[in-house]
């Protein structure tokens, strides 16, 4: 079946550091792919997605692209802030019987340090 | 803020008991997702409502249940609760069921005791 996998964290990076989130999938056909972020005692907020391969999600100078060929959908961004510390998850939609679900992997905490 | 509301917050109570989880889509929003995040299985797909009807299952127990009302907000039962159920539990929406993107809220946080 369709999996996600995330590397385990917790990631810690001094402020203005080059992040890196690694996220690898397993899927049938070709779902979209997502970065969810969950800040401390919130819900999931949308960061990004890409639908299709090469396609590439950014959003508050986050970015990742969709690579088929690697089956990787890997978070990134050039300099995080204290304001980046939070739980990063990766997602894809698994549509079976012609509806969505999503498979989150198993998500990446990141402490940013002033 | 995503624009899907759920209540309660926070939810504390006993083994053996009974309890509801209310959920609120996005405006225009006619499909709902409730999701389990525990410690030990992440986040999870319980269940999918669509208009009313349900449209797929995923992790669900047979001692947990759904259902979508006419004016669209959802509500998750969870009965015979064992302490295992301690979890938050996620409702996400999304435009119809060929949407891929989904909008979560806030999260209600069970803990059984």
């Known amino acids: 079946g369709n999996s996600v996998t995330q590397m385990e964290g917790p990631v810690t990076l001094s402020e203005e550091a080059f992040l890196t989130i690694n996220c690898t999938y397993t899927a049938t056909g070709y779902p979209s792919l997502f970065w969810y972020v969950q800040y401390p005692g919130e819900g999931l907020q949308l960061l990004l997605k890409?639908?299709?391969?090469?396609d590439k999600g950014s959003n508050k100078g986050f970015e990742a692209t969709y690579r088929k060929e690697t089956t990787s959908f890997h978070l990134e961004k050039g300099s995080v802030q204290v304001s980046d510390s939070a739980v990063y998850f990766c997602a894809l939609s698994d549509r079976t019987s012609g509806t969505y679900k999503y498979i989150f992997g198993t998500g990446t905490r990141l402490k940013v340090l002033a | 803020d995503s624009g899907v509301t759920q209540t309660p917050k926070h939810l504390i109570t006993a083994t053996g008991q009974r309890v509801t989880l209310r959920c609120s889509p996005r405006?225009?929003?006619?499909?709902v997702y409730w999701y389990q995040q525990s410690l030990d299985q992440g986040l999870q797909f319980l269940i999918q409502y669509y208009n009313g009807e349900e449209r797929a299952k995923g992790n669900i127990l047979e001692r947990f249940s759904a259902q979508q009302f006419p004016d669209l907000h959802s509500e998750l039962n969870l009965s015979s609760l064992e302490l295992g159920d301690s979890a938050l539990y996620f409702c996400?929406?999304?435009?119809?069921?060929?949407?891929?993107?989904?909008?979560f809220g806030p999260g209600t946080r069970l803990t059984v005791l």
């Open positions: 890409a639908t299709k391969a090469d």
């Open positions: 405006s225009g929003d006619l499909s």
């Open positions: 996400a929406s999304s435009l119809d069921s060929l949407t891929d993107t989904q909008y």
